[in-house]
């Protein structure tokens, strides 16, 4: 319950007390139990990574808004140098998509309830047809398509589309929730 309500209760004798908990989680796990995790790199059978997945809670892991693997940098990811945007104009654009969700729904999009959603996040016919198609599929559960949709609220107001989400903005709102199997290099 904190994670989702950003509450924390403790119930002792008579008295119940409510505490903030409002916080951002951030996890990190190996792709194995040797932590390898590369092909040809690995000892881990296949039983052994099985328990290893095993050991992930899948309601836990449902309530992580983005689940991305971070592979093993290249050399020349470690002393190159690299294109892209500076962090200056990130956080440009991560402030103008915050004064967006301000402006139009008075709190950030990961506060939305979920009652507020279509509001907030209305979808193009075309990202609705996605997230049906991955409903059922059962590749999304009902709790993830909440966060499925905040998430792809906040790309939308990345990329300034500020009136309606669309297919795009689901689609990698969805690439960013990978499944545990795909996160830990199994078909699993």
Same mark, same amino acid.
């Given at each position: 319950?904190?994670?989702?309500?950003?509450?924390?209760?403790?119930?002792?004798?008579?008295?119940?007390?409510?505490?903030?908990?409002?916080? #951002?989680?951030?996890?990190?796990?190996? !792709?194995?139990?040797?932590?390898?995790?590369?092909?040809?790199?690995?000892?881990?059978?296949?039983?052994?990574?099985?328990?290893?997945?095993?050991?992930?809670?899948?309601?836990?892991?449902?309530?992580?808004?983005?689940?991305?693997?971070?592979?093993? !940098?290249?050399?020349?990811?470690?002393?190159?140098?690299?294109?892209?945007?500076?962090?200056?104009?990130?956080?440009?654009?991560?402030?103008?998509?915050?004064?967006?969700?301000?402006?139009?729904?008075?709190?950030?999009?990961?506060?939305?309830?979920?009652?507020?959603?279509?509001?907030?996040?209305?979808?193009? !016919?075309?990202?609705?047809?996605?997230?049906?198609?991955?409903?059922?599929?059962?590749?999304?559960?009902?709790?993830?398509?909440?966060?499925?949709?905040?998430?792809?609220?906040?790309?939308?107001? #990345?990329?300034?589309?500020?009136?309606?989400?669309?297919?795009?903005?689901?689609?990698?709102?969805?690439?960013?929730?990978?499944?545990?199997?795909?996160?830990?290099?199994?078909?699993?």
């Amino acid at each position: 319950q904190p994670l989702e309500e950003g509450v924390v209760r403790v119930s002792r004798a008579r008295t119940t007390l409510s505490l903030p908990a409002r916080f #951002l989680l951030v996890a990190a796990a190996n !792709p194995c139990p040797c932590g390898a995790g590369a092909p040809g790199v690995c000892v881990c059978d296949d039983a052994a990574r099985a328990r290893y997945l095993r050991r992930f809670s899948g309601p836990l892991l449902d309530r992580f808004d983005l689940r991305v693997s971070v592979g093993l !940098p290249q050399v020349d990811d470690l002393v190159g140098s690299r294109g892209g945007e500076t962090s200056i104009v990130v956080r440009e654009r991560v402030a103008s998509a915050r004064a967006a969700a301000a402006a139009r729904q008075g709190t950030v999009n990961s506060a939305l309830a979920i009652d507020q959603l279509d509001v907030a996040a209305p979808l193009a !016919p075309s990202a609705r047809a996605v997230l049906r198609r991955e409903l059922e599929a059962g590749r999304l559960s009902g709790r993830g398509l909440h966060r499925v949709r905040r998430v792809a609220r906040t790309i939308a107001d #990345l990329h300034a589309a500020y009136e309606v989400v669309g297919e795009d903005h689901v689609a990698l709102a969805l690439q960013l929730r990978t499944a545990l199997a795909t996160l830990v290099g199994g078909s699993r």
